[in-house]
């Protein structure tokens, strides 16, 4: 298995920025497709960003196009998510999951979930 955890969640203002950050424990990600998922109570888990490891390919959900970055760290073993520009829309809790393939925008295909953390926008 490969234990997934996110930290860097908060409370901002609109227009603030956060970064959330997603590691594994004792294990590269190699060859994984990681993911940033979100979720707003009563509504689906969204995709909201993906990179491959290895090759470093990135894709962005249509909402936070622009406005959110996801990246790499192979020195820290770490997928980060730059959140820039947040909005209230942006409030929920943020999942990073990881899967043996590349991204995929469907949650189901994802064997492996962080416990998620909460990103609040409010003035």
């Known amino acids: 298995q490969v234990p997934v955890v996110e930290s860097g969640g908060g409370l901002v203002q609109p227009g603030d920025s956060l970064r959330v950050s997603c590691t594994t424990s004792?294990?590269?990600?190699?060859?994984?497709?990681i993911a940033w998922f979100r979720q707003v109570p009563g509504k689906e888990r969204e995709f909201v960003a993906g990179v491959n490891w290895s090759r470093g390919s990135t894709y962005y959900g249509d909402s936070v196009k622009g406005r959110f970055t996801i990246s790499r760290d192979f020195a820290k073993n770490t997928v980060d998510l730059q959140m820039n520009s947040l909005q209230p829309e942006d409030t929920a809790v943020y999942y990073c999951a990881a899967r043996a393939g590349g991204v995929a925008t469907r949650r189901e295909l994802y064997e492996f979930w962080g416990q998620g953390t909460q990103v609040t926008v409010s003035s």
């Open positions: 004792g294990r590269t990600f190699s060859s994984y497709g």
